[in-house]
């Protein structure tokens, strides 16, 4: 399997905004469906955010409006614009593949975001 790489997060105060970013060799090219996950210490994973072959995309709750998800196919990339920022966001973010490439790609090793004033 290839692992996926994460980065872009790092510090940011509320309000203000990240983009995080999935890549691999191939892996948007592949079609591969992606999610989003977070974890903040102490805390379980949660799921953020959904990208599948078809192209429809899903939000949790606590980041629809905020949270953008998108696939750049030239990059291999999978972006999380992530906009207007709070406090309760400061995770470790990572990407995963969905079932359909889940035998080709594992899960990233995430990237922190941290959200203070």
């Not at 090219?29 to 953020?48: I, M, T």
């Not at 949270?67 to 207007?84: A, C, E, G, R, Y």
Request: hydrophobic share 30%.
């Amino acid at each position: 399997q290839v692992q996926l790489v994460e980065s872009g997060g790092g510090l940011v105060q509320p309000g203000g905004s990240l983009r995080l970013s999935c890549t691999a060799p191939n892996f948007v090219r592949n079609n591969c469906g992606v999610d989003w996950y977070r974890q903040a210490a102490g805390k379980q994973r949660e799921w953020v955010s959904s990208s599948t072959v078809s192209g429809s995309t899903t939000y949790a709750d606590s980041v629809k409006g905020r949270f953008t998800i998108s696939k750049h196919k030239p990059m291999d990339t999978v972006f999380l614009q992530m906009n207007n920022l709070k406090p309760e966001d400061t995770a470790m973010y990572s990407c995963a593949p969905r079932v359909d490439c889940s035998s080709i790609y594992s899960r990233g090793q995430g990237t922190q975001v941290t959200v203070s004033s």
